[in-house]
């Protein structure tokens, strides 16, 4: 028998913007990565939602987070990968390891 394995690993930590506007999801994730970079949680999941019950189909909050996630900010602030997670309404964040020096 052989063992199956996730191609991410699981979460350290989440993330969950439900409710949020896209300003306050920016902060809260600016926050969390602050909190979670220099301890070495990583991987972490920031789930947003996918959009199903908003006005333009897609999460205005999924859109603003996946492009804070992609910025030289967020790579400046320990960002090192970013991928969604299954199901389209959340992310898999890997973050440098302390003492590791973003790029």
Known sequence: MTARRSPLPDPLWSLD?????PE???????????????????????????????????????????????????RALGVKNVQPDKGGGAFMVTLYAPGEAPT
């Open 24 to 74: 306050r999801a920016i902060q809260l994730v600016q926050q969390e990565i602050a909190l979670r970079y220099p301890r070495g949680h990583s991987p972490g999941r920031i789930i947003t939602g996918r959009g199903n019950h908003s006005v333009v189909g897609k999460s205005p909050v999924l859109v603003a987070v996946k492009r804070f996630l992609h910025s030289p900010e967020a």
């Open 17 to 21: 913007l439900h409710g949020a506007t």
